[in-house]
């Protein structure tokens, strides 16, 4: 098995580059979302409007799941955490960009305006192991794939 932590920050920084990740929580099914990063706090946020499924499911803290996909298909993760209401005003301006104020008629004072923070707890994260070496082995007959394979999935603890 590879370094978990190796993993861990490939996540964080595919993530942060790709910033669109779906999410859900048991009773909502995943959403594709823009996630906002708050410096280096390993929460992810999202904006959403509170009459949505998911920042109602949220209006309590509850288990959700992040689902990702890198852009380059070259990650895969799938996060569990919490996810909870967090409209803390200073942290709302530091995260506004115009791509959220789009979506807000009211611009940060819009009264359906809501800022979900998920808090990660374990991942279970792969990287793509296909490669032309790996092509070559599998074409001619050499080598076990799921062997080659095992050291390119970690669980791993991200919270």
Request: hydrophobic letters at 40%; a negative charge.
């Amino acid at each position: 098995m590879s370094n978990n932590q190796e993993f861990a920050d490939e996540f964080w920084d595919s993530i942060k580059s790709d910033m669109t990740a779906m999410i859900g929580t048991g009773n909502v099914h995943p959403k594709p979302m823009t996630a906002q990063f708050d410096g280096d706090s390993r929460t992810i946020y999202f904006f959403t409007a509170k009459d949505t499924d998911l920042a109602e499911a949220a209006g309590s803290p509850t288990d959700a799941t992040l689902v990702y996909s890198a852009k380059g298909h070259d990650l895969f993760a799938t996060v569990h955490g919490t996810l909870g209401v967090d409209n803390d005003r200073a942290r709302i301006d530091r995260l506004w960009n115009r791509y959220v104020a789009a979506w807000f008629e009211g611009g940060k004072d819009d009264p359906q305006l809501c800022l979900l923070a998920f808090q990660p707890r374990e991942a279970e994260i792969w990287k793509d192991a296909s490669s032309v070496v790996a092509g070559v082995k599998l074409f001619l007959g050499m080598g076990d794939p799921k062997e080659d394979y095992k050291d390119s999935v970690a669980n791993v603890r991200l919270g």
